[in-house]
């Protein structure tokens, strides 16, 4: 199969699709969206696409310009600070520079687009892998490093658009060992950002998170606290089989959820994007937007926080992983939805069912939908 280059949402890039799933990558950064899922006679396209996609940035870093979907961050976060002499973009060359076709094929049910880079600040390749398989409502990613030494934070980098209704969505996770908010001040009045949380602050419920003034945030539901920024870090429980995320819309009619093995990608950050940047590019408009970033990394600070001794890691959660150029690293995971029946509310619970993955509400309500749990494992 052939891809060439198409242009969509202000950015060039390559189309792959089945029955079920369109999907977008663009060649700059390597971002994912859109993504059109076909649920029954309805089509959903879940990913946020920033608002600001077809305007000329000169000065804006390529990954805020382009910014969308779902992306793949090597190293992980805004990386600042140089680390050992490597002084990384924002997110890693992974989600700036071009990426080069490699190939689209179709083996027995499945669709998979490959396109690879080769990284200059530390040297290596990363081949990525997206696959659709007929049936499945899920886009399989894979991210492949090799020739790499050294520790790096990793993470994937997917962004949900809400509808624009209060509480509209509902957000649950699998069990986490640690809730942290970001440990210093994330967006500060002074630089025209906005934040509610109090900034480093444990704890063991999305619904009872500590507040900067006093008092706690329930951050299971979204959109909510317009004008604000919010960053949490939750810490999976490497125990279990795989770990996961999900956001119900049930106005909408289906839930978003992403899978991971928690052995790879330790940790989830959260990120409640509603309005309360006032500088550019954002300006107050990049609004009812979540990132449900599976990573392995210090917050989004980047290479050297994450390589070095820091909070997490005293407690036990590793923030970076070793690389070796012996020893290829496969960082895998899934993102999937499935259309809900009335009074399914927030996810509960998600267990392996028949060859797929059965979600259950906290209302009892359950669905069960095709998915290849395997994948994560490799």
Wanted: aromatic share 8%; charged share 20%.
């Amino acid at each position: 199969m052939k891809s060439s280059l198409q242009r969509q949402a202000g950015q060039s890039g390559w189309s792959f699709a089945n029955q079920g799933v369109k999907a977008f990558l663009t060649r700059t950064g390597g971002h994912l969206a859109p993504v059109v899922f076909q649920l029954g006679r309805k089509s959903v396209q879940p990913f946020a696409i920033a608002p600001w996609a077809e305007e000329p940035l000169p000065g804006t870093p390529t990954m805020l310009r382009v910014l969308r979907g779902d992306f793949f961050c090597a190293p992980f976060g805004g990386n600042a600070a140089p680390f050992r002499g490597e002084r990384h973009p924002p997110h890693g060359e992974t989600a700036n520079r071009d990426w080069t076709f490699q190939s689209l094929t179709r083996t027995g049910n499945a669709v998979c687009l490959h396109a690879s880079i080769r990284t200059h600040v530390r040297r290596g390749r990363v081949d990525k892998r997206l696959t659709l398989r007929d049936g499945h409502a899920a886009v399989y990613c894979e991210h492949v490093l090799t020739g790499f030494r050294g520790p790096m934070p990793v993470g994937t980098h997917p962004m949900l658009r809400f509808p624009d209704e209060v509480g509209a969505g509902n957000i649950s996770t699998s069990a986490f060992v640690r809730g942290q908010v970001v440990p210093e001040s994330w967006e500060e009045p002074a630089a025209k950002g906005y934040s509610c949380l109090r900034p480093g602050a444990l704890f063991t419920s999305l619904q009872r998170v500590p507040a900067r003034d006093g008092g706690t945030v329930d951050l299971s539901r979204f959109p909510a606290r317009r004008g604000y920024e919010e960053l949490v870090q939750l810490v999976s429980d490497p125990a279990q089989p795989f770990a996961w995320n999900a956001v119900t819309l049930p106005g909408e009619g289906y839930v978003f959820f992403t899978i991971k093995d928690p052995r790879v990608l330790r940790e989830t950050v959260l990120w409640f994007s509603n309005g309360g940047r006032h500088y550019p590019p954002w300006n107050g408009r990049h609004l009812n937007v979540l990132g449900v970033e599976d990573v392995t990394a210090y917050f989004h600070l980047g290479l050297a926080p994450s390589a070095k001794p820091n909070r997490l890691t005293r407690a036990g959660a590793p923030t970076a992983l070793t690389l070796s150029p012996r020893r290829p690293l496969r960082v895998a995971h899934i993102l999937a939805l499935a259309a809900i029946p009335q009074g399914f509310d927030a996810v509960h619970s998600i267990v392996p069912h028949r060859g797929g993955v059965r979600l259950t509400a906290r209302s009892g309500r359950a669905v069960t939908v095709p998915l290849d749990l395997g994948f994560i494992r490799g």
